[in-house]
């Protein structure tokens, strides 16, 4: 298995809901990352998980929670979004962070879209 | 067709005709770049990288070229398909920064059949 499986891919949510977006991969991958991407821009990174502890957040906003159950699942815990934190959402894994280099496999990403 | 000027976001290429993509890249003790491949509502998907010791390297029909000197990376596509339509990202990567990817600003490609 040489994926990284993202569900779901598509996700409406008023400005008062809590949902979850989550993430697997079965490559024995232990660094896992979480991007936000608006339209026609980069990925912005948000969170690495190395071996299942958070090692980085970009100053990411408190109404997104990153949480890592094991070494194949991320989940990104949303609430309290506001409309401009519609985007798509990628998840990427790599061997480990010192190995992150042809070795990311990025998901296909969650359309949210928050209303 | 060559996109030209480092900040150029479209490029419009005949199918079968050569393309470049360039990219300007932000830090001289990057030792790493990678070229990623985006297409319509997927995530980014490698297409090739290289090293800061190496000045070029050969893929399938791609071949990435690296002028330290200007901080200047192209990616060459041969014979452009309309299968590589897409949003083509280049990324760098120091280890002063986490080996955080730092990523440009994109170029779209549009091939014309």
């Known amino acids: 298995d040489t994926e990284v499986t993202q569900t779901p891919k598509h996700l409406v949510m008023g400005m008062t809901n809590k949902k979850s977006l989550k993430c697997e991969q079965h490559?024995?991958?232990?660094?896992m990352y979480w991007y936000k991407q608006k339209a026609k821009k980069p990925p912005e990174l948000m969170f690495v998980?190395?071996?299942?502890?958070?090692?980085i957040n970009e100053s990411v906003p408190s109404r997104f929670s990153p949480e890592c159950p094991n070494s194949s699942l991320l989940n990104l815990h949303l609430h309290a979004l506001q409309p401009e934190d519609s985007a798509l959402y990628l998840c990427?894994?790599?061997?480990?962070?010192?190995?992150?280099?042809?070795?990311?496999?990025f998901g296909s990403g969650t359309r949210l879209t928050v209303v | 067709g060559e996109s030209v000027g480092l900040h150029l976001p479209t490029l419009s290429v005949q199918e079968g005709d050569n393309s470049i993509i360039n990219c300007a890249y932000s830090?001289?003790?990057?030792?790493?770049f990678i070229w990623y491949k985006q297409e319509s509502g997927k995530g980014p998907q490698f297409i090739i990288d290289?090293?800061?010791n190496m000045d070029k390297r050969q893929g399938q029909r791609v071949t990435v070229l690296l002028n330290k000197t200007v901080k200047h990376l192209s990616l060459q596509i041969a014979a452009t398909q309309p299968g590589d339509s897409a949003v083509y990202f280049c990324?760098?990567?120091?280890?002063?920064?986490?080996?955080?990817?730092?990523w440009g600003l994109g170029t779209s490609l549009a091939v014309n059949p």
């Open positions: 290289i090293r800061s």
């Open positions: 998980y190395s071996y299942e502890k958070l090692s």
């Open positions: 990324a760098e990567i120091f280890a002063g920064n986490n080996r955080k990817l730092i």
């Open positions: 490559m024995g991958h232990r660094a």
């Open positions: 990427a894994s790599s061997q480990d962070m010192e190995g992150s280099m042809r070795g990311y496999t």
């Open positions: 830090n001289s003790a990057s030792d790493y």
